[in-house]
């Protein structure tokens, strides 16, 4: 059908709809996101050769739309209709996440867009966690929690059938999509009105704060939106001079020349009201799950560069023992510093040394009349630029971090490691992509077709054989 509009115009449609929604739900999220503009427009301003990187390699203009959210789902049903709905929006799962491993009781995936154009154009993902009763020591609870998660349908009838006019059609027209649009988001509109009675709420509390937080209401109310910004330590400075109270740690890498990964903080979760089911009609207490967050995103890394970003994290993090009742903030990030002092802090460095990933682009107006003996050649002539690609994706102990820093002390649960893959993909009526897979063919590819352009072709050999 010729009438059919874009995925990546759906998804333009529907983020924007979801940072309007949780304005109005949370407003230290608008304030947020002015801190993040100001801080963005400060850094660029200072810092003209990063705004030509960024302008040369289609990123600036992805940079003011540029959010996730994350959601917890309680059911495979659930999991797998919301597979379908972010299809629909041109985002898919990419990435396994076992967050076990740090005491949550879920399994996660990113839905995001995949190629580079929708990226470019708008790179919305959706961090969603499938929570795990499987893992609860109290089978009764786990099966009454089982028993109330199977009541619920947190898709709209409406939103159903659309999903299902696309999957047939290949799409939606204009009309079509915005109201899918509309009935999409009330999946993840906030309902004060809980499903379960006060008693309830607090064994699941008791349990495990975030398995009441996916239990007890009627649907997977987003917990928060992130803006990226290029200084998160600018942020982290300006939120207390905007009436916001940071976690005490940025989550991820520390503070480098050469941005890695994915740095991210937040601030404390709100507490809401709640009107929890009871004999008399209802019964008001509060809840706190919905927080705020803003991340800083660097150079994706390779299988190498990976390893090493893990090992030096997980011997800070040992050096270091966070407590439970409190973040020892500078001692973390002396800590952090210091071991990161051996991860290679220049672009150039990453890249000879295979720890990162880049797409390479022919520079403006170049040629080549000869040919050249090598890559490194063809590089230092400057006819060929190899630009960092961005991160796209999340780190399951930041992610953790982030989660227990807004959960509460209590959140630290000691499950041993039990990822399971196959049951999640089961559920999500999918494979999930392998992030790898997908930076790596982005800088196969791009490497090829600027060596076809200027004429280089014969250095594909070699650095097939160098890979």
Do not use: C
Not at 86 to 103: H, N, Q, R
Not at 296 to 315: M, N
Not at 376 to 391: F, K, N
């Amino acid at each position: 059908m010729s009438n059919l509009v874009h995925s990546d115009t759906i998804r333009t449609l529907f983020s924007s709809a979801m940072s309007d929604m949780y304005r109005k739900e949370v407003p230290q999220y608008g304030t947020l996101i002015d801190l993040v503009r100001d801080v963005n427009e400060a850094v660029l301003a200072a810092d003209p050769a990063l705004k030509a990187r960024l302008e040369a390699a289609d990123e600036l203009e992805r940079l003011d739309v540029e959010r996730h959210g994350a959601i917890r789902l309680g059911t495979a049903e659930e999991l797998f209709n919301i597979r379908r709905m972010f299809a629909v929006m041109g985002m898919f799962p990419v990435g396994y996440y076992d967050l076990s491993v740090a005491g949550l009781p879920v399994h996660s995936t990113a839905f995001r867009p995949v190629d580079e154009a929708a990226l470019a154009r708008n790179p919305f993902r959706v961090f969603t966690s499938l929570i795990r009763l499987e893992l609860l020591e109290d089978r009764n609870l786990a099966d009454e929690a089982a028993g109330i998660l199977a009541k619920r349908k947190i898709v709209t009838d409406r939103a159903l059938e659309l999903i299902a006019t696309a999957e047939k059609n290949g799409g939606l027209t204009e009309e079509q999509a915005r109201e899918f649009v509309a009935e999409a988001l009330e999946t993840f509109r906030w309902h004060s009105e809980a499903t379960v009675s006060a008693n309830t709420y607090k064994r699941l509390h008791d349990a495990h704060r975030l398995i009441a937080d996916v239990v007890s209401f009627r649907g997977p109310h987003i917990n928060h939106l992130t803006p990226r910004t290029l200084d998160i330590d600018a942020v982290q400075k300006g939120m207390p001079e905007r009436g916001i109270a940071p976690k005490a740690i940025v989550e991820g890498p520390p503070r480098r020349k050469a941005d890695i990964l994915l740095r991210q903080t937040s601030f404390k979760a709100l507490e809401e009201k709640v009107n929890f089911v009871g004999e008399d009609g209802g019964n008001q207490g509060t809840h706190t799950a919905r927080f705020g967050e803003i991340e800083q995103r660097g150079i994706a890394l390779t299988p190498k560069g990976r390893a090493l970003y893990d090992e030096l994290l997980g011997k800070t993090r040992r050096a270091v023992a966070v407590g439970r009742k409190g973040e020892d903030a500078s001692s973390y990030e002396a800590e952090l510093e210091k071991q990161f002092e051996a991860f290679p802090d220049e672009f150039e460095t990453l890249r000879r040394e295979k720890l990162a990933y880049f797409r390479y682009r022919v520079a403006p107006g170049a040629r080549s009349d000869k040919q050249v003996s090598s890559l490194e050649d063809l590089l230092g002539s400057g006819a060929l630029i190899a630009d960092p690609q961005v991160y796209e994706d999340f780190l399951p102990v930041s992610a953790a971090g982030i989660f227990q820093s807004n959960l509460g002390s209590d959140a630290q649960s000691n499950y041993l490691e039990k990822a399971n893959q196959a049951a999640f993909e089961e559920a999500l009526g999918a494979q999930v992509i392998h992030e790898l897979d997908l930076y790596s063919k982005t800088e196969a590819d791009s490497l090829k077709a600027a060596l076809t352009s200027l004429g280089q072709t014969h250095l594909l050999t070699s650095v097939d054989k160098a890979a």
